[in-house]
């Protein structure tokens, strides 16, 4: 199985979750802008969208989209703690917070990583919506450890890597204290320390 990652990128998660597993995959580094593998592949033959995380199983097959790929690694590996049964009713909070981090978090963070959107508007329209976005986990955050139930799942990998592209934005997480504790309790996980050295990350 290999892992087609951007240094940093949301495909970070899925890197977590693979260690969290204890899942042996290969990973290739995507230049994002060129479209080339780090082998030189023509990495849109592979996944025509152009995007990472893009996983590719060892039947050649090819799964996209990170909430996906996040959830079929789990079940392939019964994974039940990270991703419980879906006779359970936290199953379903687990994919409701997965969804809020993928398309509340995360595509509110893609404008101010735009170098063609104007510093202005950035700080006076997207910065203070994607604000509004992290308050809401921040107050869910408040008598929790995590976002569902009281131990680490899916979406807590994902909510890392979103949570930490924050100072790159001019963003200070502390501004949030539940998320902030949030943070400095993954930080300490061996699949997240793991997953930043092998990319060569700091967590800031
Ligand atoms: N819908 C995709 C979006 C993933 C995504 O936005 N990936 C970014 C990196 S964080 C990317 O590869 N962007 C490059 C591009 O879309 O051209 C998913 O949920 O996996």
């Known amino acids: ?5 951007s240094k940093g990128a ?26 080339k593998t780090e082998k030189g592949e023509d990495f849109l033959a592979i996944n025509p969208k152009g995007a990472v995380p893009t996983l590719k199983l060892d039947t050649g097959e090819i799964l996209t989209e990170n909430g996906v790929i996040q959830q079929y690694l789990a079940d392939k590996h019964h994974a039940t703690k990270l991703f419980p049964p879906n006779t359970q009713f936290d199953h379903y909070q687990v994919l409701e917070w997965m969804n809020y981090v993928a398309t509340d978090l995360h595509k509110n963070c893609s404008p101010l990583f735009n170098p063609n959107i104007p510093a202005e508007l950035k ?13 809401y986990v921040d107050k ?3 008598n ?10 899916l979406p807590d990998a994902y909510l890392f890597t979103v949570a930490r592209w924050l100072p790159h934005f001019g963003i200070d997480r502390k501004s949030w204290p539940h998320l902030s504790r949030f943070f400095e309790a993954c930080k300490e996980k061996k699949s997240v320390l793991q997953a930043l050295s092998e990319e060569q990350l700091s967590a800031d």
Do not use: W
Not at 1 to 5: E, T
Not at 10 to 35: D, W, Y
Not at 144 to 153: A, K, M, Q
């Open 123 to 135: 700080e006076k329209m997207f910065v203070p919506y994607l604000r509004t976005k992290f308050d």
């Open 140 to 142: 869910h955050l408040k």
């Open 144 to 153: 929790r450890n995590y976002l569902v139930g009281n131990s680490f799942t």
């Open 10 to 35: 949301c495909s970070l998660a899925v890197r977590i979750l693979l260690h969290e597993m204890g899942i042996p995959c290969e990973f290739e580094l995507v230049n994002l802008q060129t479209k």
């Open 1 to 5: 199985m290999k892992l087609y990652y």
